[in-house]
Every structure is written in C-alpha cells, then in structure tokens.
C-alpha cells in the first residue's frame, strides 16, 4: 500500500504516451524527452519491457479495455510487473470497482478512461481521465471552406471548455486519451495543437500516434524522428512550466454551470464564449461561493432553476456590488445528459446561441481582462498565479501556418511581459500604455505562445 501511495505522488508529473512498441530497444526514442509514463495494449504487455522500462525510470500501465474480464487483466499486469492498469472504456460500475479492489491488493495505479458522463468528479485519485475527446482544430465544412463560430471566426473544434469545467471540480490531473481519427495521417502541427489545447487549461493529452508515423518512427525514417523530437520539446515546454497549471482563472466572466446543464460536454457554452477570447471561469454550481466568484464583472447562470437559495442569495450579493448577471431565457432548460454523450447536439447548439447572444450584447466591447487582435485561428487562457502575479496569457494556433502581428491589449498596467514558446528561447517584449491598462505586441505565433506579465 505504501508504494501505490508513493506511485500516487508520482503520477502528477507523469508525461502519459500510448507506446505501440513491445521491443525495450524503443526505450530510446525518450532519450531527450520529457515522456516517463507508457500505456501499452495487451498484444505489447511483456515482462521484459517492463523491467527495462522501470530500470530506465519509466512507468508502465497496462490498457484494460471493455470488453475482457478487467479482474483477470489485473492479476495479469500484476504478474508482468506493470506501475499500473488503464481501465479504459464503458464498464459497468461492479466489474469496476471488483478490478480496483484486485489492483489496489497489488499495489497497482488506476487510471480510468471512462465517458465523460461516468468520470467519477469526486474521486480522490491521482488521475482524473476520459477518452472522449474531440481532435482539436479547426472545424472545415464538406467544401474544405471553414466553418463559422458565433463571432464570425472560424469554428475551433476544442476540448478546453470540458476542461476547464474538470479543472474548477478537481485537483486531480486531467488526462484526455481521445485517438486520432481512424485511418488518417496527422500533420505534426495537429499533434503539437492536441498537446497544447489540453496543457493550456492544466490537462494532458496522452500522445497517441496514427499508424503512418508510428511505423515510420520504428523504422528510423529521419523526418519522423525530427517530428518526434520536436513533440518532445513541445511535452517539455508543458512539464518544465508546470506551475502554470496552478494559476486559476483571471478575473473575467464567470459561468455557473453544471453537469445536468451541459458542462461536461464539448460545443457548449464554454466553447462558444471562448471563441470570443473573453477570459473565462467556470464556477460548478455546487462550488459557487462568494470566494469563487470573487473578481468576476459578469456572471452567466446557465440553470437558474438548479440554484438553492443560498446560491441564488450569493448571486444577489454579486450583482449588489455592482457586476452584471445573465441568466438563461424563462423555462430553458438544458435537455438530459444521455449515458456516453461528448457534444451539444446540433439542435441544441441553435438554442444555446440565445444565451450566446445575451453574452454579446452583455460584454460588448468591454475588455474582461484581455483584448486580442489578429487571432481568429487561435484560442487562449489568461490565468494568475495564486497572489495574482505574475499574469499568464497562453495562445494556441489551430492553424497550420504561422500567425503574425498579434495585439494584446490589457486591463491592467503591468512593467514587464516575456514571451516564451516551445521552439525559441525566452524574448523580452515592449510593454506600452494603452488606456488605464497596458499593451503588448507579438510578431509571431507559431503554434504556442505564452506572454508572461508582471
């Protein structure tokens, strides 16, 4: 019990990588990367890896899926030595909690992959996970053309809203193990956008590599091997900053949502207001306090009709202090969750566009925290580390080329900003008056950028 408590601990700087590869000889492609953490499916369990994976300080967990008897998988992984054991897919809550009970005798870490809708938000596991997960980028139509957001921009598939939502519900760290999509081949650019739409909100994707590449990375060919080692400096970039996964929401708007009222699923409300680059925070409705919206100017209720009284006494303080509040039309109601759903239904997107729309006209040209220019392609987080300084702007580019000249344009007055991306060394840039607050610009974004303000 002592070293799954231990490995516990351990788990919150896991890199997490689905390994393709038996072989220990592929030990040496994490040779300069930060990936200490594997997930091997049953064809690839062996002893022999496993060992030589632990003698190089990597941990091992073996992929359980649905579908096999999850207790006999267990004292399978247990005899070949694996850290661990995945749960990953729809199992039933008994056969669960059965092959946590044969893996805790082990001293083995679970980490479950589950729906969304059965991810257990009160646990107190290491690792909170699911493998529902869109593939970030942006959303083109039949035609190839992009298709649109509310704003105009073009729609940007994303996971950040779900993630936030389990961000503001849990302390435990976040892994988002969605494949990419069956039969494709993915440009190095979708990786890099996969790892950094999760990490920009304090989650981690589990690197999962398509067929193409993964073969051409076992057989040596130089151009994968560069595209490997340029997804390692950008997993590197996530680790080596990690402390920005404990910065919290800056400010902003905040909205007070819940599972019942969609915040589990992708193309929500988070999603759409997001699109707009208004800092966000998601506050679940059973942790609204007048601590958690502290700092907000506007709130949104998504499910007024879920509030109690205290909360609804809580909202009333908010707005007697002179912040704005949006509730959602009379009688609207979110439809229920059905057991496995990721996305807003289409039909709902259309009737979350009233909500939307109200947001719009409610934050206007009112700058929340941050105003930014040129980044139609792009998504971003501001956050603050606990204290409120230093401030940390993350951008993420969901297009394939680079973007230049963004504007960044500041609530606050800040003296310092440092941009720092994965590719290049840290740079100091200009800061500028700009109204009350402050401006910055950058030249580039390639496909990460963080500006650091103090």
Known sequence: MLLALLLAAAAADWVPVRWPWSDPGTLELLAGTPVNCLLLERPAWSAQFNREA???????????RE???????????????????????????AALDEARRAAARADLIV???????????ESTDAVLGTFQGVWPGINLADDGSAKAAPTGS???????????FLRAMTEAELWLGNLPPAGTVIPLSRYLQAIADAAMVGGRWIVALDGDFAARLARGDAE?????????????????????????????????????????????ILDMVSARHTPLRSIPIRRLSDEAIAGAKMAVSVDPAALGPEQKE?????????????????????????????????SEVARLDDIWRGVNSMVGRENLGVRLFNVSSMRSELVAAPGGRPVVLHLVN??????????????????????????????????YPHGDGSGVDIDLVRSVATLMLE
Not at 155 to 162: A, S, V
């Open 224 to 268: 994968a091997l560069e595209q490997w080692r340029r997804i390692g400096r950008h997993l590197a970039y996530w680790q080596e900053h990690r402390k920005w996964r404990h910065c919290r929401p800056y400010r902003g708007l905040a909205v007070i949502h819940d599972v019942s009222s969609g915040a589990l699923l992708s193309n929500g």
């Open 314 to 346: 809580i909202l009333r303080r908010f707005t007697r202090s002179g912040a704005s509040l949006l509730s959602a039309p009379p009688g609207w109601k979110f439809p229920e969750i059905r057991p496995g759903q990721m996305m807003v239904d289409k």
């Open 154 to 164: 073009p729609w940007i598939d994303t996971n950040t809203g779900f993630l936030r």
């Open 54 to 64: 632990r003698n190089a300080g990597v941990a091992t967990l073996g992929v359980i």
């Open 111 to 121: 980490v479950e992959l589950l729906p969304r809708t059965s991810m257990r938000l």
């Open 398 to 431: 969901y297009a394939d080329y680079p973007v230049e000249h963004v504007t960044v344009h500041l609530l606050d007055k800040f003296e310092k900003a440092r941009l720092f991306d994965p590719d290049t060394p840290p740079k100091t840039l200009d800061v």
């Open 67 to 93: 579908g096999t008897d999850p207790v006999a998988a267990t004292g399978e992984a247990a005899e070949l030595k694996f850290t661990g054991v995945v749960y990953e897919g729809d199992f039933s809550r």
